[in-house]
């Protein structure tokens, strides 16, 4: 049996971040290439982007994790609409 | 009527403290807010305890769907009950009534479900899974018509988690559409009809879309709106007022906005 092709690895990495309770994040992007995951998406606080990489270093112990999760701070309450 | 609105805050107990400082003032702006479901990080009650902390004692109704994520630790019960003892009014199936200048808002409340878009949903059909999938969805949209034909009101508001319409959906993969929405939940609303229907679940979704009977449909979820709310005024007290809105107004009649 040769070693498991990197998609499949890939998309059980993103089950288990939507799945982690330290993550629950469903829209992560997960691309694993020669011993190298990339994680990326955006999240709401610096916790939860870390809890993603330690999820990731868990489950990948053996691979170098490159962290581009975004952290996307609220804005103002800005404008309003009419609907009419 | 000036309704505030947001979804997909996903809440977790890192999160205490980081969403109250932007609702400041939020009653001199909205007469109530909406949460469009997914408040929960993975469903667990005590993330809508930090939740319900947050938003206790805010000046306006807050008035709650689940999301998906809110079912995820299989405890919605408890969930719910945290976020009533909390203030937040939780519907699932029922109606909430408010009046305010004379104005009577009834927003009708159901988290929804998934199974896809004219010429491209699931049917009742094949494995007894598949079957429960579509009848789950079925079933939220008949209590959302129900809800909306409960009460008479000036503005009637549908409340969902799941999307009603693709449009909405632009920017998602088409590949996950079935997981996102159904169009059995724009039947339902258009079988009552509404002035407004408030999503999230989409993060990577649009804003502004219309269901084909000509109902206003707005994706709410944080990321879309990129802020912690966004106002929507129906009549005229308060909504010409640019101040108390805080911004510039953009006037929306189905077609036209500018």
């Known amino acids: 049996m040769s070693e498991q092709p990197d998609a499949y690895t890939a998309a059980h ?15 992560i992007g997960v691309d694993i290439s020669d ?6 998406g955006i999240v709401s606080t610096e916790e939860r982007r870390a809890a993603i990489e330690q999820v990731v270093g868990e489950l990948l112990p053996d691979h170098e994790i490159r962290n581009r999760i975004v952290v996307e701070p609220i804005g103002d309450a800005g404008e309003a609409e009419v609907i009419s | 009527m000036r309704i505030a609105a947001v979804a997909d805050i996903h809440f977790g107990p890192e999160s205490a403290g980081t969403f109250r400082p932007h609702l400041e003032g939020i009653e001199d702006r909205a007469d109530v807010l909406l949460l469009a479901g997914d408040l929960t990080r993975v469903g667990e009650p005590a993330e809508a305890r930090v939740l319900a902390d947050e938003l206790a004692d805010l000046p306006v109704p807050v008035v709650a769907v689940l999301g998906n994520h809110d079912f ?13 003892r909390g203030g937040i ?14 104005m009577r808002l009834a927003v009708a409340g159901v988290k929804g479900f998934g199974g896809g878009f004219m010429g491209a949903s699931g049917s009742e059909f094949g494995e007894p899974e598949m079957k429960a999938f579509i009848k789950h969805t079925r079933a939220r949209a008949e209590r959302l018509s129900e809800a909306l034909a409960a009460e008479e009101a000036d503005v009637k508001v549908a409340l969902l988690h799941y999307a009603p319409i693709p449009e909405t959906l ?11 929405g159904s169009y059995l939940l724009a039947e339902a609303i258009d079988r009552v009809g509404a002035d407004l229907a408030l999503h999230g ?4 979704g649009s804003e502004r879309g219309v269901t084909p009977g000509g109902v206003q449909v707005r994706n709410v979820a944080l990321p879309v709106i990129g802020r ?10 308060g909504c010409d007022d640019e101040d108390a809105l805080s911004g510039r107004l953009v006037r929306a009649s189905g077609t036209a906005a500018g």
């Open chain 2, 170 to 180: 632009q920017g998602e993969r088409l590949e996950i559409y079935p997981f996102l």
């Open chain 2, 89 to 102: 009014r939780v519907l699932e199936g029922e109606t909430f009534t408010f009046e305010k200048g004379g």
């Open chain 1, 13 to 27: 990495v993103q089950e288990a971040l939507a799945r982690d309770g330290r993550v629950g994040e469903l829209g």
């Open chain 2, 72 to 84: 995820h630790g299989e405890r919605p019960g408890e969930v719910i009950d945290a976020l009533v």
């Open chain 1, 35 to 40: 011993h190298l995951v990339t994680v990326q």
């Open chain 2, 201 to 204: 679940h989409a993060h990577a």
């Open chain 2, 228 to 237: 912690p709310y966004k106002v929507y005024c129906f009549g005229t007290e």
